[in-house]
């Protein structure tokens, strides 16, 4: 397990790195690597929280799979509450990450704006909910 404790600080740290550089896309005018960078940070906490809390990364980009599967696996159901309260911006942050992969597809400000939020909002979420192994 030492392993994939010294695994999933790697990538929290990848994921505070994706979030920050999403703001400074933002700043040179590239919304849509923001919307990726931001979802991708999201993303990475959930897989090393996943990975320090189950011993596992689940196969999944879907945000909404990875805040269900901690709130199930660890019994938290704040989380499990807030998919469902939530679930419309967790599809629209989940939906600008393979757009801004595979479609021309072009993203403003707002979207980008929006996007880091929903990022950000999940990160304080999870962190103020899952406690250290």
């Known amino acids: 397990m030492a392993g994939s ?3 999933a600080e790697a990538l929290l740290a990848r994921s505070k790195k994706f ?8 700043e ?19 897989k090393a929280l996943t990975l320090k809390n189950l011993g ?7 945000i909404r799979e990875l805040i269900g599967t901690l709130a199930k696996q660890l019994n938290v159901q704040e989380l499990g509450e ?9 599809m629209a942050l989940e939906d600008a990450y ?7 597809k072009e993203f403003t400000k ?9 990022a950000r909002e999940v990160v304080e979420l999870v962190q103020r909910t899952i406690r250290d192994p």
């Open 19 to 26: 979030i920050s550089l999403a703001s400074t896309c933002i």
């Open 110 to 118: 707002d979207d980008a704006e929006e996007c880091i939020r929903i």
């Open 28 to 46: 040179q005018g590239v919304y849509d690597l923001a919307c990726f960078n931001a979802q991708q940070g999201a993303q990475l906490l959930l």
């Open 82 to 90: 807030y998919v469902k309260t939530h679930r419309l911006e967790l």
């Open 56 to 62: 596992y990364i689940p196969r999944t980009h879907s």
């Open 5 to 7: 404790i010294n695994e």
């Open 98 to 104: 393979i757009s801004s992969r595979y479609f021309v």
